[in-house]
């Protein structure tokens, strides 16, 4: 799999071995793991696995999460786009999942929502899949709002691991709304 994606600001790729380090860095830190269970990585063996992991997932399942490099720097950002869940979560499994992480400095950028708009696109153009499912902390108002904001509908509330979490959809014929965004966000995507 050596699909990327661009954006005007971003290019999204494979996650490889080198991102180590910035995975450590973003996976380390208390505030980033706040509504993800408090449980940030301790050692970079831990992101060694993740890696491993995540791109045992392109294999498997063609598609997995990717790395967002800002083109400006070359720099690590952080990480989005979409996972295949093959195992059971509120009563659901297999099926696709949409998820960012952004290395703290990078928060409140709009990066969060230009990559998520561009793995919507990849997922309902490319991969042809039909719906797509996001979970939030019902806690977490920036998550939630860029959910709704990309017209991701709020199908229910549901304990995650003793948690309250959102539980979103967005299908293939919402489209047209994440094309209005796109075009709001000016985003230049290619395939």
Partial sequence: MNHYIETERLILREILPIDAERMFELDSDPEVHQYLGNKPVTSIHEINDAIVF???QYIDNGIG???IIDKETNNFVGWCGLKFVDYEINNHK???DLGYRLIKKYWGKGIATETAIASLKYAFKQLKINEVYAIAD???IGSNKI???LGFKLIEVFNYEGIPHNWYKI??????FIKVLCFRHFCVLSN
């Fill in 147 to 149: 959910f709704k904001n």
């Fill in 94 to 96: 297999n099926y696709y």
């Fill in 54 to 56: 995540i791109r045992q």
């Fill in 65 to 67: 999460r990717w790395a």
């Fill in 138 to 140: 019902c806690e977490n």
């Fill in 171 to 176: 299908e293939k014929g919402d489209l047209m």
